[in-house]
């Protein structure tokens, strides 16, 4: 533990100006580093805080579990139901997409498996509303990462939904319809990287969209406009490989592919595994950055409603 001198000029019975009093202020994190020069670690931040945010994000989260069961429900109904819809589709054109029946089922419940974890319909964070009711100030104001601490606490939002909405749409298609398993350990291990990626992807484009209320009073059009295109172009709907010609070849290089095309594929064996986390990591990147220009941003201009 070090040590900071604090000097308060003018006190009383000193001449004005003079340097007379000093106080003792204990700087965190700066164990034995004898500096008196500031705290040099105040405005940093070490990862054990982040996991712990990401620890009280789990925690949260779990605070919701009637409605978490009652989402893991609402996914496997309707994986059951595009599942079926699927089937009849590929037993018309086989081989379609180069997926066999197997294939295009087992999608169907990764991407009902991906909704939870990986927000596709929009949200996930409260960042919006903070910025509505002032609290944006405070959060700005911590001696940390407004967006790191935000990413940190969406990934034990979504470690948490892996757990009630994922696995439970998964084992009931996997009980009713048998799907595709992995047997080589190094695509599972690859499947959950690329996971880990398609959730920071995601989060990297809910957080614009949500810091996006710093500059405008109502966010819900972006919202509504940002779920569309989730949809549609992520492989929520259909797997991407349908869309055809130049279309196919543009949406499957933007960054919603990364979210649910992407770790399906590599679940299935359908992508080369360096091409996709490369793919993944470049859009994780390229959001981050966005974020972090938009957060600089965010710093100098906040539209708070009510004045």
């Known amino acids: 533990m070090s040590y900071r001198p604090i000097r308060f000029s003018g006190a009383p019975g000193t001449p004005h100006g003079a340097a007379s009093q ?118 700005l104001l911590r001696p940390a990462s407004l967006q790191v601490w935000t990413l940190a606490d969406d990934l034990g939002r979504a470690g948490y939904l892996v757990l009630l909405r994922s696995l439970p749409p998964t084992v009931v298609g996997a009980v009713l319809f048998g799907l595709v398993t992995p047997e080589d350990p190094a695509t599972w291990a690859a499947f959950t990287v690329s996971c880990l990626l398609a959730v920071v992807v995601s989060f990297g484009w809910r957080y614009l969209i949500a810091l996006s209320s710093c500059w405008i009073l109502d966010e819900r059009g972006m919202q509504s406009l940002s779920i569309v295109m989730m949809m549609f172009f992520s492989g929520m709907i259909l797997p991407l490989n349908l869309y055809p010609g130049l279309l196919g070849d543009i949406v499957r290089a933007l960054p919603w592919a990364a979210i649910v095309q992407v770790p399906a594929d590599v679940y299935l064996g359908k992508h080369d595994v360096t091409r996709a986390l490369g793919f993944q990591l470049l859009w ?24």
């Open 22 to 139: 000093r106080r003792i202020i204990r700087c965190p994190g700066s164990a034995g580093r004898g500096k008196s020069e500031g705290c040099p670690d105040a405005p940093r931040r070490p990862p054990l805080l982040y996991l712990r945010i990401a620890g009280y994000g789990f925690r949260r989260h779990s605070a919701y579990r009637a409605a978490a069961l009652a989402g893991a429900f609402t996914n496997t109904v309707f994986g059951i139901l595009r599942a079926y819809v699927l089937i009849a589709l590929w037993q018309a054109r086989p081989g379609l997409a180069g997926y066999d029946v197997a294939d295009a089922v087992t999608f169907c419940f990764l991407s009902q498996a991906f909704i939870g974890p990986m927000q596709l319909f929009g949200g996930g964070m409260q960042l919006s509303e903070r910025v509505r009711n002032g609290d944006i100030a405070v959060d």
């Open 284 to 307: 994780a990147v390229a959001l981050f950055a966005l974020g972090a220009l938009a957060t600089r941003a965010a710093r100098r201009k906040v539209v708070i409603q009510g004045g």
